[in-house]
């Protein structure tokens, strides 16, 4: 679980262009969007192609997005059961 | 009715970001095209609106930051912008995912910002701009009736200001699209060459340059923005020569009164026949200045082209990089800027000196 | 402000057919040109449904009178389809003493022929013929040169709302006494770009798209072309003149880079000044051609705008978009000439696959056509992404 939440951490900061952001900087149960980190519904697009590409994982309505993207560590909790 | 460029900003080939300095040392380029003299963004965007940017839209803040802040406008009344291409790279990028990923796996960011309208649409963004925003993507045309457009809604008294710009830029694989089909100079040519080149071609470039226009003139006002006028596929040099007379004689002017003739000289021979032909004919003895070796060309260079007259105005400064023929003396009180694209979108605007 | 900016010509092509007759065959008829994409190359096809016009190009140019060649796109003659038909119908062709120009709208392009050559080329360095046609200034220049316009021509891409933007221009060209006639309008044709770009944000409905519907589940694209000849109301002579162009405004939601502000606060910008600019009251508005993508923000946003605006007095309102499918840089002139066809034919369309009203919104769209309608007032919706709102509105007098 830890080290997918490590990869997930660099994962997210190339798919969103977080540029000046390390992995440490991002607190796994920290909000990715609204308050703590600032992602909009663009960046949820974004992570939904993640997951697919990266974990074979395909989340057809967007609205999904919104519990499964609280935070790195509820998406790795998802990509865990989920994975195939 | 008056209408004042009060802001100018450019971001370009050249070190055009601190509009104190005019064209004070001058870059020299060899590559394929010209390359943005790239500022730190950070200066001019909040690097948390930045990270999903592509180099133009950067470009085109950064560039409509610069004037805003030179005029001391805060909110314009509209924003007006031009390209010719619009989001270039996004665009390519976008095009390119979709074939080599058959269809599937596509992420929306470069298919969003390759609307032709995304810089116009940021800025209001960044600004809370709730104003008129319109974009024009009509090659050679494109800037001008983004001044147009500004010039006509402050004639009806719609607006009292607003902000102007135009802008395009090149990707690695169009350029190689464009040399196989066009009249452009092969790879290894300078740009200081354009003059001299014994073979006929130009060399393409891009940029990003934005203008606070005003009713109101102020003490920082650049200059003033008299008139301006596209043609269509001219059918003949005499055609373009009548439409030059006409469109200084509706603003009580004749050839003699024009102290400088800035043209889009860019190296393609019948292009230059076409310059030089004015030049001989309509101008004779008048000084002559260039700009597309400095910026390339482009189907808004011709925005370019208007942020060097307003310098040349309002610095009354001549540089010598920018002279292509004829005296460099002499106050410049008026200034016709004639630029063409490919023959075909020939455009003049008017500038006096405020 | 003195001079009426009055509408002599209307020419289209969408989905529902080729002209204004057959369009309006379709509308009196309820029939959508909403179904699986035959003609278009894509692996899309049978999981996302679009208002394709069933014709290939080389039908359409054959249409045209002329075999194709490479220097025409699809969206070079889907718009000289309409372009024509406005035209001619408003007798420009016979007209060599006016000043004539036109703005016309288009988002995609060229891209229907980049897109099947780019990477060929770019792999194999073969095919580069589509360079001359990939901006957006060829169509235009492609329909002025047949049409032989040459006073004044640009085009205009501000997204979804693109052709509403360019019959403003239009209006404003004649205002200012520049020209004479002016041929506004748009035209956007299907392609793979564009089909993949919004299922990519993932705001394409897999079923026909249901305006303002609780179950609205996102857009169905279509494609097309629209355009109107505009002329000064004392200049336009012994031609009937189809309607009148009332007022309009754009305004901006700065908000966000897709969409919509919660409230549709550009939206109401838009509306409010074009009603101002009209120098009408809400209440004098007969009907709203509403934008209706069916995407869940826009509904949504346009909605709570129109209730903003109109309050308890909210005008018949139906979007045409499950007719027609979202035509983009076409949507806002194929409406326009849709307002133009209702005044005169005294229609209201049908908001089609309507069946439950949104939670939101107090209003309903028409369900069902209706017949006989005297529509003096008629305010058209289109909203593009860079948050750019435009409204405009017709009158019959």
Known sequence: MEKLIQELKQEIIEALNLEDMEPDDIDESEQLFGNGLGLDSIDALELIVLLEKNYGIKIENPKDGKTIFYSVKTMAEYIQAHKK | ?354 | MDDRIAITGIGIVSALGIGVEQNLHALLNGKSGIKTIQILDTIHKADLPAGEISFTDEQLAEILGFSLNKNWTRTSLLGLLAAKEAYFQAKLNEDSKSKKGIVSATTVAGMRKSEQHYTDFIHHGIGEDFIGTHDAGDSTEKLADELGIHDYLTTISTACSSSVNSIMLGARLLKNGLIDKVLVGGTDSLSRFTLNGFNSLMILDKQACRSFDDSRAGLNLGEGAAYLVLERENEVGEKPVLGFIKGFANANDAYHQTASSPEGKGAVLAMNQALKMANLNPNQIDYINAHGTATLNNDLSEGLAIQEVFGSNIPMVSSTKPFTGHTLGAAGAIEAVFCVMAMKNKLVYPNLNFQTQMKELDFQPIKELLLNVELKYILSNSFGFGGNNSSIIFSKQ
């Not at chain 2, 805060?74 to 390209?83: D, L, N, Q, V, Y």
Request: net charge negative; with cysteine; proline share 3%.
């Open chain 2, 1 to 354: 009715m008056a209408i004042y460029i009060n802001g100018i900003g450019a971001i370009s080939p050249q070190e055009t970001k601190n509009n104190r300095v005019f064209l004070e040392t001058i870059l020299e380029y060899s590559s394929a095209y010209l390359p943005i003299s790239e500022p730190n963004y950070k200066d001019y965007i909040d690097p948390k609106d930045m990270r999903r940017m592509s180099k133009i839209i950067r470009n085109g803040i950064a560039a409509a930051r610069i004037s805003l802040d030179d005029s001391g406008l805060k909110m314009p009344e509209a924003i007006i912008t031009g390209t010719g291409l619009g989001c270039a790279i996004d665009t390519e990028k976008f095009l390119i995912s979709m074939a080599e990923n058959k269809e599937s796996l596509l992420t929306p960011t470069n298919f969003i910002q390759s609307t032709h309208n995304t810089i116009g649409g940021s800025i209001a963004i960044g600004l809370g701009c709730h104003h008129y925003n319109m974009t024009y993507v009509h090659r050679g045309f494109s800037f001008e009736t983004a001044v147009h457009d500004a010039m006509m809604m402050m004639q009806a008294n719609e607006i009292q200001n607003a902000l102007v710009g135009g802008f395009d830029e090149m990707t690695d694989n169009h350029i190689v699209l464009l040399k196989s089909s066009g009249d452009y100079q092969k790879n290894g040519f300078s740009n200081f060459e354009l003059k001299q080149a014994s073979c006929s071609g130009t060399i393409v470039g891009q940029g990003a340059s934005f203008f606070v226009l005003e009713k109101e003139k102020k003490p920082n006002s650049y200059a003033q923005l008299l008139d301006i006028k596209m043609l269509y596929k001219p059918k003949s040099k005499l055609q373009i020569q009548e439409t030059i007379l006409a469109f200084l004689a509706k603003n009580n002017l004749n050839p003699e009164n024009i102290d400088l003739l800035l043209m889009g000289y860019n190296g393609i021979h019948a292009e230059t026949r076409i310059y030089n032909a004015i030049a001989d004919e309509l101008f004779a003895k008048k000084t002559i200045a260039w700009f597309k070796h400095l910026c390339g060309e482009y189907y808004t260079a011709s925005a370019f082209g208007t942020w060097v007259a307003a310098q040349i105005l309002q610095k009354q400064q001549l540089p010598e990089s920018i002279l292509y023929m004829g005296k460099n003396e002499g106050e410049i009180n008026t200034i016709l800027l004639y630029n063409q694209f490919q023959q075909e979108e020939h455009s003049l605007i008017l500038f006096s000196k405020c």
